[in-house]
């Protein structure tokens, strides 16, 4: 069979006709497939872009959470603030209460040779006078502690000023001996709450600064002391006693006016729940002391039992607060015996005699029998007034000292030093010396037991809790009168039947301090309030 045979041209059309259909089809699918890859690159495009938007939105998310959850204390807020010109002012405001503290404290030492004369009082009299005023302190220290961690420091602190100056003025309007008796133990109780002014210094001091500012505030009490003297050997001989007493309530006064700069423990406010004044009154801290604030949120836990005494005797704080209160009693019954005790041995004018071996007592233009007599009538000297100035001095001579051991040794090392070297020169003024001799070692007495008040003040301070410090302080400063009611009775009484057996009283007191110092539990050195137990 022969195969039928198809033309050329006719195989050559029918190629050409397939070959086109081939590109066209080609020419399709390529361009579908074009269209097809940009679409499926906006998509992703798109899918990238709404990807970007969710983690962006993701992150501003999870740094606002951050920032919402960043959170300070106000342990924390003071201490990023920092030192500045409200701490300077703070000091120099609060530690002026001091002023006003010593002069009402120190005068009835000045006043007392006066009175005695008026009023023909025996030395039980005249010891009277200052146990009472010490009662009044004992007292109201304690229920204006409680009342400090309830209600607030400064409210307090301004009450306490107002009714110390007010009594004090009543007090030199006295008709009688009782009635001044009455009045100075009134001014006792309202000088009980002059502590609160240190307890906001210590609550908005940084940690670093706390072992230093409080320390010199020591300086503010010895211009108050040497103010009160420098009056009375000038007004006391001219005006009166009665005029003496109406200008040392003064400083109380004027301080009523400066007291509106300084604001409410930024602590106590957030203890109570009242943390919008606590964050603008830190804010106005950072605002004059140029400083920032630190960011986040304050939070400190509200604590709605504040300011019970059975805090104090908690397990955790039991041993530490019945050594501190030893320890105060002893500081006080110390400090207070100086200072009265000088005052004796400069009226009565004991000498110690040469070859004695025990003073003997000698008066110019005065028989035996005077001098001896319950109602001794010997008012100050010029020189006096020079020896109490010379002693009182000593009151800062150790500053530097002090600080710098409270610093290096820690609170309670350097408190068991100074409270022995205490007990060893109350044993040397029974030493047979001359006058000279006698005030040297009254400096040093006055410089010693001044570095232990520091110390313990400081101590105290720290040691407890915001919602309990201000009722530590009271109680503390409660057993603190108590050594200072009884240390009239042994300086201006005991120390004229027995001098030694005084001295001995005294130097052993201090030893069981310079021990219950040793062995406190905690140290605070360095170490930050704590705001709750």
């Not at 009023?119 to 220290?141: D, E, P, R």
């Not at 503010?220 to 109406?246: D, E, H, K, Q």
Request: glycine letters at 8%.
């Amino acid at each position: 069979m022969h195969r039928r045979q198809i033309p050329k041209e006719h195989l050559k059309k029918n190629t050409n006709h397939y070959t086109f259909r081939k590109k066209k089809e080609e020419s399709r699918i390529f361009t579908q497939l074009l269209i097809f890859k940009r679409n499926q690159k906006m998509t992703e495009k798109k899918k990238e872009g709404i990807n970007g938007i969710a983690l962006e939105e993701m992150g501003i998310q999870e740094q606002e959470m951050k920032t919402e959850q960043k959170t300070f204390t106000v342990e924390e807020a003071v201490e990023t603030i920092g030192f500045g010109r409200f701490h300077i002012a703070l000091f120099l405001i609060m530690g002026s209460t001091g002023v006003a503290e010593a002069m009402e404290i120190m005068l009835i030492a000045v006043v007392g040779p006066v009175i005695r004369c008026e009023w023909q009082l025996g030395n039980w009299q005249v010891a009277l006078v200052t146990t009472m005023i010490f009662f009044g302190y004992m007292i109201s220290s304690v229920i204006f502690g409680v009342l400090a961690d309830r209600y607030g420091r400064w409210k307090i602190l301004f009450m306490s000023f107002i009714w110390g100056a007010y009594f004090s003025l009543l007090t030199s309007f006295s008709p009688s001996y009782v009635w001044f008796v009455f009045l100075r133990t009134m001014v006792g109780c309202g000088v009980s709450g002059h502590a609160q002014g240190l307890i906001i210094k210590t609550e908005f001091l940084p940690t670093k600064y706390r072992g230093y500012m409080l320390p010199l505030s020591q300086v503010f009490w010895l211009v108050g002391s040497l103010l009160i003297i420098g009056l009375a050997s000038v007004v006391n001989p001219t005006l009166g006693w009665r005029w003496l007493i109406r200008i040392a309530s003064l400083p109380g006064i004027v301080l009523l006016l400066a007291f509106k700069f300084i604001p409410e423990s930024a602590r106590y406010n957030v203890s109570s729940g009242n943390d919008k004044a606590a964050i603008a009154t830190l804010q106005w801290i950072a605002k004059m002391n140029h400083s920032a604030m630190p960011d986040g949120k304050l939070v400190e836990p509200v604590n709605e039992k504040r300011g019970r005494f059975k805090d104090l005797l908690d397990p955790k704080y039991l041993r530490t607060t019945l050594q501190i209160w030893i320890i105060w009693l002893g500081i006080s019954f110390a400090y207070y015996g100086v200072i009265l005790a000088s005052a004796e041995l400069l009226e009565k004018n004991l000498v110690c005699a040469t070859g004695g071996g025990r003073a003997e007592e000698a008066a110019i233009g005065k028989d035996a029998e005077e001098l001896h007599s319950p109602c001794l009538c010997h008012l100050f000297a010029p020189s006096d007034y020079q020896v109490m100035i010379i002693s009182t001095v000593g009151e800062i001579a150790l500053n530097p000292l002090n600080i710098l051991g409270i610093n290096l040794l820690g609170r309670r090392f350097s408190l068991a030093i100074t409270m022995g070297c205490t007990a060893l020169f109350f044993l040397l003024l029974n030493i047979c010396t001359s006058s000279s001799g006698l005030t040297g070692f009254l400096f040093m007495l006055r410089a010693l037991v001044s570095a232990n008040f520091n110390t313990i003040y400081i101590y105290t301070a720290e040691v407890y809790p915001t919602s309990m410090r201000a009722l530590g302080m009271g109680t503390s400063g409660s057993l603190c009168r108590i050594g200072a009611m009884m240390a009239p009775f042994i300086s201006q009484v005991l120390m004229n039947a027995s001098f030694l057996g005084a001295l001995c009283l005294f130097a052993s007191v201090c030893v069981i301090c310079a021990i219950s110092a040793f062995t406190l539990p905690i140290e605070t050195k360095g170490r930050a309030l704590q705001q709750t137990k």
